[in-house]
Every structure is written in structure tokens, then in C-alpha cells.
């Protein structure tokens, strides 16, 4: 039971990466760099858009310090 468990949260976790690359390419303008679904490199505190998201409430993510 927790091989199939763990296999339906890893695919619920990739659909996820998928659909949230997805939403936040449809923003005007699109996010700089082009966020990819399947590719990490362009992801997390290294894109403005994914880092904003990701930034915990204490720190201001616009605050270059």
C-alpha cells in the first residue's frame, strides 16, 4: 500500500509542477526566464516569478538587500 501511495503523490507532485508552469506562463508579460514544466534550472528563488511565490512572508521579495 505505500509504494502505491507514494507513486499517486510523486504523480499528483509532477501534475502539479506542470499546471503551476502553465498558470504562471499565461501572466502579461510572461516570466523571464520561460518557466518549463519538466526543467528545474529555470525554477525556485532563480526565476522572479517562481521566487515571489516561494519567499517566506518575513522578507520582502522586492527588497534587493
Known amino acids: 500500500l505505500n ?4 507513486g499517486a503523490r510523486a504523480d499528483d507532485t509532477t ?5 503551476v508552469a ?3 506562463m499565461q ?3 510572461p516570466p523571464n526566464p520561460v518557466i ?3 526543467n528545474k534550472i529555470c525554477r525556485g528563488f532563480n526565476n522572479n516569478a517562481t521566487g ?3 519567499c ?3 522578507y520582502d521579495w522586492n ?3
Open 63 to 65: 527588497d534587493p538587500m
Open 56 to 58: 517566506p512572508v518575513d
Open 15 to 19: 501534475r502539479l509542477k506542470v499546471t
Open 3 to 6: 509504494k502505491g501511495a507514494d
Open 52 to 54: 515571489r511565490l516561494i
Open 27 to 29: 501572466q502579461n508579460p
Open 36 to 38: 518549463q514544466g519538466q
Open 22 to 24: 502553465s498558470w504562471l
